[in-house]
């Protein structure tokens, strides 16, 4: 893409495994350390109504209220312009509400927002379910994080098998050759084993950064710098 902006995907190796609890940490720790940092979810399933008390509760209220953004219609769109009722795969949220979604569209919107983006501006765009969920009726979600080019920070959880869905993400990222710059391990609740054993047993097996992200707990300075390396070497 030849972007002078630090972007980074944040992709998930299963679905509601935390991936707006990383993206909003990377968020909090950058603005902490005085960065400029715009932190996107373009695509969103299962969101009320921004009228709904239980908007709070939303992955694109998580990440302007990290990212210490007023809660507002625009703000809202800026941020998750395809918004769906329906807590389901975009594909099918879509259809339920009447709308389709397009694979080209969501990228020329992704990157318009990376080159509208100040050059010091570290931009997150937060992918939707797993890595290789259906995004249309074509596309997956590796596709969309193909088409934008940008490092991947691959999210997996704690729980019972969650080492072999990252590594089965992770052999998929090495075989279609995009940029990988970690793994982020956030700690499932209630999980069978210490997110450490996790990571351990990661870090074996595949060549890239592996960072601990535990419930309630701050964004570690290591998955800082390996997914903005330039910035944070």
């Given at each position: 893409m030849g972007l002078a902006v630090p972007g980074l995907f944040v992709a998930g190796a299963g679905t509601e495994i935390g991936k707006t609890y990383v993206t909003a940490g990377l968020v909090r720790a950058l603005?902490?350390?005085e960065r400029l940092v715009r932190p996107l979810k373009p695509v969103a399933s299962g969101v009320p109504l921004l009228s709904d008390p239980d908007f709070a509760q939303s992955d694109t209220s998580r990440l302007l209220a990290a990212a210490g953004t007023p809660?507002?219609?625009?703000s809202v769109e800026a941020c998750s312009p395809w918004r769906f009722l329906a807590p389901l795969g975009p594909d099918l949220a879509a259809a339920r509400e009447g709308r389709s979604?397009?694979?080209a569209e969501l990228v020329g919107w992704c990157r318009d927002k990376l080159e509208a983006a100040p050059p010091d501006c570290h931009v997150l765009v937060e992918g939707v379910g797993g890595l290789m969920s259906p995004l249309t009726r074509e596309a997956t979600g590796l596709d969309w994080a193909e088409a934008l080019g940008l490092p991947i920070l691959l999210v997996t959880g704690t729980y019972l098998g969650a080492i072999s869905h990252a590594l089965t993400a992770a052999e998929v990222l090495r075989l279609r050759g995009l940029p990988f710059a970690a793994i982020a391990v956030s700690e499932s609740e209630a999980a069978p084993v210490p997110p450490e054993t996790v990571a351990e047993a990661l870090a074996?097996?595949?060549?890239?950064?592996?960072?601990?992200?535990r419930r309630q707990g701050e964004c570690p300075e290591t998955l800082l710098a390996a997914a903005f390396p330039n910035?944070?070497?």
């Amino acid at each position: 893409m030849g972007l002078a902006v630090p972007g980074l995907f944040v992709a998930g190796a299963g679905t509601e495994i935390g991936k707006t609890y990383v993206t909003a940490g990377l968020v909090r720790a950058l603005r902490a350390r005085e960065r400029l940092v715009r932190p996107l979810k373009p695509v969103a399933s299962g969101v009320p109504l921004l009228s709904d008390p239980d908007f709070a509760q939303s992955d694109t209220s998580r990440l302007l209220a990290a990212a210490g953004t007023p809660l507002t219609q625009e703000s809202v769109e800026a941020c998750s312009p395809w918004r769906f009722l329906a807590p389901l795969g975009p594909d099918l949220a879509a259809a339920r509400e009447g709308r389709s979604l397009d694979l080209a569209e969501l990228v020329g919107w992704c990157r318009d927002k990376l080159e509208a983006a100040p050059p010091d501006c570290h931009v997150l765009v937060e992918g939707v379910g797993g890595l290789m969920s259906p995004l249309t009726r074509e596309a997956t979600g590796l596709d969309w994080a193909e088409a934008l080019g940008l490092p991947i920070l691959l999210v997996t959880g704690t729980y019972l098998g969650a080492i072999s869905h990252a590594l089965t993400a992770a052999e998929v990222l090495r075989l279609r050759g995009l940029p990988f710059a970690a793994i982020a391990v956030s700690e499932s609740e209630a999980a069978p084993v210490p997110p450490e054993t996790v990571a351990e047993a990661l870090a074996r097996r595949v060549a890239a950064p592996v960072a601990v992200v535990r419930r309630q707990g701050e964004c570690p300075e290591t998955l800082l710098a390996a997914a903005f390396p330039n910035t944070f070497p």
